[in-house]
């Protein structure tokens, strides 16, 4: 079993659509959570971070943490055509030495 | 604009031969991370810094080395380029761990590499 599972997609929807990203995740040890999205052959940059449970929203983006069910989410409202990318969940603990450990990322597709 | 760069953003190499991929950064951050990353995988931490201390994943291959000869550039050598190692290799940076902001990594644009 992965420490991170993420469905790969693709996930295709037409513009304003609420978009659901999702990861669950094996080890409860995590403490920090982001959200990267990643252009086709460029860097993921960073989206959202958050730490322990609860949400965090910034524009149309709320991340959501629920560490006893061990499952984040990403919500994006009225998705754009610019929003599609592949999106990575990522977390983190003191106990393992800070590395960030990934999800394979999800491809997201929205159609205009 | 503070940010990682890295040069150059296609190299190609053959079976074998040695090459270096470059990654400097403007954000002074005490941490720089090579990752791996394949098609459709997940980014693959190889080996960081903090600061001049060098970090090596367990099992990064012996064919894969780094250098940070100062606080804003790091380098990523790999001294015999098999098939296998055609990827993204992807740079990053962060503040110390242990400090206010220290868990938000920031990546550069990625060097593809190609193997022929």
């Known amino acids: 079993q992965k420490e991170v599972e993420q469905d790969p997609g693709p996930l295709s929807v037409p513009e304003g659509a609420i978009v659901s990203l999702n990861c669950t995740y094996s080890n409860s040890a995590f403490q920090y959570f982001m959200w990267y999205r990643q252009y086709s052959r460029k860097g993921p940059e960073l989206l959202m971070y958050?730490?322990?449970?609860g949400n965090k929203e910034d524009g149309r983006f709320t991340a959501q943490v629920d560490k006893s069910s061990k499952y984040i989410s990403l919500f994006i409202r009225d998705s754009q055509p610019s929003d599609s990318a592949t999106y990575l969940c990522a977390m983190k603990s003191a106990e393992y030495g800070n590395k960030l450990v990934f999800g394979a990322g999800t491809i997201l597709r929205v159609k205009s | 604009d503070a940010m990682v760069i890295q040069n150059p953003r296609y190299q190609v190499t053959q079976f074998g031969k040695p090459v270096t991929l470059s990654c400097s950064q403007t954000?002074?951050?005490?941490?720089m991370y090579w990752y791996q990353q394949k098609s459709s995988q997940a980014p693959k931490l190889l080996f960081h810094y903090y600061d001049k201390d060098f970090n090596n994943e367990a099992d990064t291959p012996d064919n894969f080395q780094s250098r940070r000869p100062n606080t804003s550039f790091c380098f990523l050598d790999i001294r015999s380029p098999g098939l296998g190692d055609a990827a993204m290799y992807l740079c990053?940076?962060?503040?110390?761990?242990?400090?206010?902001?220290?868990?938000?990594?920031?990546f550069g644009p990625g060097t593809r590499l190609t193997v022929l």
């Open positions: 990053a940076t962060s503040r110390g761990y242990d400090r206010p902001g220290g868990n938000e990594q920031f």
């Open positions: 958050t730490y322990s449970s």
């Open positions: 954000l002074n951050h005490n941490v």
